[in-house]
């Protein structure tokens, strides 16, 4: 029986990771040095997060990665970026999605979750008056 490994995601040079606290939250951006057990080297350079140490606490890890070398240069990474096509993973992730979701439903207005509410009961009583089958 083979072992199912308890973390699926390392913290590695080439780990994309999303900010989940500060002035840049929810911007992703990829490790490009460890510098001890508590902090690492970001940069994203698409995102525009300039190369920083931050906090793991402050950090999510995505099951996404890139090829590059530890400690890589912002034009050698961002090409990488660009190639792997990173952006476009992401926004396929069930992750991005909840999160985009999250975002349009917080900036409707009073009116649209009022239309909302009303498009939901029209909805419920058509289903309610099909045939069980």
Known sequence: MARIPTFQRVV???RVVM?????????????????????ALIEGPTT??????HA????????LT????RGVGQ????AA????????????TSWAKKVASRSKRASNSDFDRFKLA??????????????KA
């Not at 939250?25 to 057990?37: E, M, P, R, S, Y």
């Not at 793991?56 to 099951?63: G, S």
């Not at 034009?75 to 961002?78: G, Q, R």
């Open 118 to 131: 009303k498009y939901k009961k029209i909805r419920r009583d058509i289903v309610n008056k099909a045939p």
């Open 48 to 53: 525009g997060i300039a190369r920083s140490a």
């Open 66 to 69: 890139i090829k590059v070398p």
């Open 19 to 39: 900010i989940n606290y500060g002035p840049d939250a929810g911007k992703l951006a990829v490790i490009v040095d460890i510098i001890d057990h508590n902090r």
């Open 12 to 14: 590695e040079v080439g």
């Open 81 to 92: 970026i660009e190639k792997q096509d990173v952006a476009g993973n992401w926004a396929k």
């Open 56 to 63: 793991f606490r402050r950090l999510t890890l995505t099951p």
């Open 75 to 78: 034009k050698a990474l961002k």
